[in-house]
């Protein structure tokens, strides 16, 4: 009861709080009302309805509905009719969002009347008898208002009749809060109902069913479910709001049952208790026996594993050890066989015998690469292999490559080159050797497996721009950034700040978006293809000269991308896949066909990604493959590395030096534009001025201009037009007034016939491919007419290089000792060979001062090296220091 009487107070105060609005603000109208009750909604669940009615007498009626523009009116029978003539009136005037009952007369409905005749005269809040809506027992609450009278005058019931001028009413849902309350109570067998008792009289008695002998008539508006006879209950009557409540409470079943099961609960609930303690504790004890098995086991485990690690480790020690060994005693022999063969070459053989010799040769050079190949692939699997910072020149490494293939490609009639872009720097520093490896593998296979056609090497700088704005993409997005498909037109937007888009550089769609809008139209320059199409456009080639980097080059490090085209066999889909893992190739007959293990592309691999790069590969069956690797380069080394840069300076070819070529003007003819590029970036280098023609119509057209300085030499590249076309164009030059103006032809070495007709046409040197700076620049020097430097050197015969050294060979092999003399002495050294340790520390201390040796050739594999050599390092450190003077 008292819970039920807490729950109405608490919705009831809530609602009658309005009544101070209305109080303090008297002309209040129904937006403030409005906004007011949907605020507090939440502070009162169960009442929904809340409005105001205003205390209108008959005299005042008119202008009252005057003022609200509508007519008084109450429902009968579900129809709105308007309200007669009466005593007085209670029209709604302002109300919630969830009631439409504008003007109604709340004073018309008898079930209303008594309440607010009351309420008026007592002033406390009264309640209606319950009536139902939509289904559901409501009851009217309602609360009298005032005005700003002084409370202190109304203490009497005439001062309250005449002073009342309105009324707060709510609907409160008894339903609601009946089963809220009851709710809190879970008790199944306890049943709970609400009655009240309404007195009878004419007016009610239709609308609660009463008969006029029902005296009180009773009402049930919680709990359908009438009291059962001869159950047991309670009855608890209570007065709340002037209403009348009584609640029922009964059992459901047989009260002396349910004591009963009341009293045998409590001891049952202790011997579950009991009962459960002892399963918990068995449970526990069972559990720490478990527990003890379990840390006995994973200690045996943990015992077994570490013995297992120590069995790999002495495994793995052993395969290195194994594998040194073997290659070292295979290398010996071989090493042997490849000697004794070239010293045979040397000697006056038949030209059979010749042929012979060289087969055995390439032979154990084959197996020797294979014996290194294997060699490095568990060097890197074993996470032994060491990656070199030396400085060198990105475009001389790839001149030495094509000059490696030279004679192969010659053979295949292929034709091979190289292109650098101009943003590359000269000098970056790496390690050129592995580099090298892998240049070399990669261009060998592209020879081997292309039979016709071309070889194709491209080497792009990214923008190093694109590092500082986002990180770096993953190695799947990375070529996906650098290669997109490209739109073949330089875009130029001026005043564009790059730096205002870093903000908004998110992901890689935003970079390429960003680059766009700033300086150039990508990250890197476009992948230029000998292949027919779009990369070897004029409009490509065009981006991949103006193409530069966004600010200078002011960064530590440097990404390249270095890409291998080749037009040969192609590979399959689904093998391109597996074309990295060691000792696989596409398929069987390949190696039948063309040779070769299928371990050298998985040495690429992990020596490209020992370099923080990858490698991919593109291709289609028939169309040839594009091998694509990228290498992240330092442009700054470490301290000691100027003297190797210094060093490697020296180094450079002196074509480039020659400042002869600086400033001529050359005419570069061809009908491809990614092989002009070729030849012109060569000339670039050393400073000449090039323009490009198609073919001989614009040639001759761009010679006959005199809108600038005079052409100084013209280039004709015979691949990139007919011969008919090469000849005729030739001719014409030596017919005109250009005659003086000399002619340079590049080709893939030509017969000799083909080579005497085009000296007899005209071309004064033919530059053979592949290209290369320095065979360019020397061909287009001898060309003009001018003397051809060689680089200056010593000119060494082999009596004359060693003369007058004394050498010690050390090698526990016979056959090694036998080569390693012999070819010592070719070169006019002094050798001396012993096979041992001690007889290399006798040999040393045994011999008089005017006759000390100069050079120690020494195997460190033979056993009492280590013992013997490093404790008497003394002995020999004289020998090198002084060896090493002489040299420098």
């Not at 960064?555 to 689904?574: L, Q, R, Y």
Request: net charge neutral.
């Amino acid at each position: 009861m008292q819970v039920f009487k807490s729950e109405v107070d608490n919705n009831l105060g809530a609602s009658f709080v309005i009544l101070g609005l209305v109080t303090s603000v008297p002309t209040v109208d129904q937006p403030t009302w409005m906004t007011f009750t949907n605020q507090t909604l939440f502070l009162r669940p169960h009442v929904r309805s809340l409005a105001y009615c205003l205390r209108v007498m008959p005299p005042q009626r008119a202008e009252v509905e005057r003022r609200y523009n509508g007519t008084f009116y109450i429902y009968s029978n579900g129809s709105k009719i308007p309200r007669g003539p009466a005593e007085e009136y209670a029209p709604v005037v302002l109300q919630s969002f969830n009631i439409s009952s504008y003007l109604m007369d709340v004073y018309g409905y008898p079930i209303w009347r008594a309440a607010i005749n009351q309420v008026r005269q007592s002033g406390n809040f009264s309640m209606s008898p319950p009536f139902l809506q939509q289904g559901h027992w409501r009851m009217g609450s309602f609360l009298p208002h005032y005005g700003d009278v002084d409370p202190n005058l109304l203490t009497t019931v005439e001062a309250r009749n005449a002073t009342c001028v309105g009324y707060v009413v709510t609907v409160l849902n008894v339903e609601e809060v009946f089963g809220s309350v009851i709710s809190r109570f879970k008790d199944s067998d306890l049943y709970i109902s609400a009655i009240t008792r309404v007195s009878p009289s004419l007016e009610l008695n239709d609308y609660y069913n009463c008969t006029k002998d029902q005296n009180p008539c009773e009402v049930r508006f919680f709990g359908n479910r009438p009291k059962p006879k001869n159950s047991e209950g309670v009855s608890v009557p209570f007065t709340y709001g002037s209403q009348d409540i009584e609640l029922q409470c009964w059992y459901t079943h047989n009260i002396h049952l349910h004591v009963l099961r009341e009293m045998i609960a409590w001891p049952l609930l202790m011997l579950a208790v009991v009962v459960f303690c002892i399963v918990a504790v068995y449970l526990v004890l069972k559990r720490m026996s478990t527990a003890e098995k379990d840390v006995d086991e994973r200690e045996k485990i943990h015992a077994k594993l570490r013995e297992a690690k120590l069995i790999a480790e002495a495994a793995d020690t052993a395969k290195s050890s194994f594998l040194a060994t073997v290659s070292h005693e295979i290398r010996t022999p071989m090493n042997g066989v490849i000697g004794m063969t070239n010293l045979l070459m040397g000697t006056d053989l038949t030209p059979q015998q010749l042929e012979y010799v060289k087969i055995a040769q390439a032979s154990g050079n084959a197996l020797v690469a294979l014996i290194s190949d294997v060699l490095d692939l568990s060097k890197i699997e074993a996470g032994r292999m060491e990656i070199e910072t030396v400085p060198f020149d990105m475009r001389e490494e790839l001149d030495n490559i094509l000059s490696l293939f030279e004679e192969k490609v010659h053979q295949k009639k292929l034709e091979i080159s190289a292109l650098v872009h101009d943003s590359v720097p000269q000098w970056m520093y790496g390690d050129p050797g592995r580099l090298r490896q892998v240049l070399i593998n990669l261009v060998g296979n592209a020879i081997k497996f292309t039979k016709q056609g071309h070889i194709f090497l491209c080497v792009r700088l990214v923008d190093p721009f694109f590092y500082e704005t986002i990180s770096p993409p993953t190695s799947e997005q990375f070529f996906d950034l650098v290669d997109i498909k490209r739109k073949h037109s330089i875009v130029e937007v001026e005043g564009v700040d790059s730096q205002q888009d870093q903000t908004s550089l998110k992901g890689a769609i935003a970079v390429r978006s960003s680059l766009f809008r700033a300086r150039h139209q990508h990250m890197a320059p476009p992948r230029l293809s000998m292949k027919p199409g779009p990369l070897s456009s004029s409009s490509c080639v065009a981006e991949w000269r103006n193409w530069k980097p966004i600010g200078d080059l002011g960064f530590d490090e440097v990404t390249c991308v270095i890409s291998i085209e080749d037009s040969g066999i192609g590979i399959p889909k689904f093998m391109q896949s597996r074309l990295f893992e060691p000792f696989v190739q596409a398929d069987s007959s390949t190696s039948r066909e063309y040779g070769g293990t299928g371990i050298g592309l998985s040495i690429c691999q992990k020596l490209v990604r020992l370099t923080r790069g990858d490698i991919i590969v593109e291709s289609e069956p028939g169309e040839g493959s594009v091998f694509k690797f990228s290498q992240v380069l330092p442009t700054s080394g470490q301290r000691g590395d100027l003297q190797k840069l210094a060093f490697a300076m020296k180094r450079t070819p002196s074509g480039l030096q020659d400042e002869r070529v600086s400033g001529i003007k050359v005419l570069l003819v061809d009908a491809n534009p990614v092989r002009q590029e070729v030849a012109a970036t060569y000339l670039r280098r050393v400073g000449a001025l090039i323009e490009y023609a198609e073919d001989a119509r614009i040639a001759l057209e761009l010679l006959a201009r005199n809108d600038g300085p005079p052409f100084q030499a013209v280039i004709v590249d015979l691949q990139g037009m007919d011969h008919n076309s090469s000849i005729r164009l030739v001719q014409r030059l030596k017919e005109s007034t250009f005659k003086r103006i000399p002619v340079l032809a590049l080709s893939i070495p030509p017969d000799s016939s083909l080579q005497s007709e085009l000296h007899e046409a005209g071309y004064l040197h033919i530059v053979h491919k592949p290209l290369r700076c320095t065979t360019l620049i020397a061909g287009l020097i001898q060309s003009l007419g001018m003397q051809v430097t060689n680089p200056s050197r010593k000119q060494n015969t082999n009596a004359e290089m060693l003369s007058n050294k004394r050498l010690l060979v050390v090698d526990d092999n016979m056959v090694n000792r036998r080569v390693a003399s012999s070819m010592l002495q070719r070169y006019g050294a002094t050798v001396v060979t012993v096979n041992g340790g001690n007889q290399a520390i006798n040999a040393v201390r045994n011999q008089p001062p005017e006759k000390q040796f100069d050079m120690i050739l020494m195997d460190i594999q033979m056993p009492e090296v280590s013992i013997l050599i490093f404790n008497s390092s003394h002995l020999f450190r004289s020998v090198f220091c002084r060896f090493a003077w002489q040299l420098l």
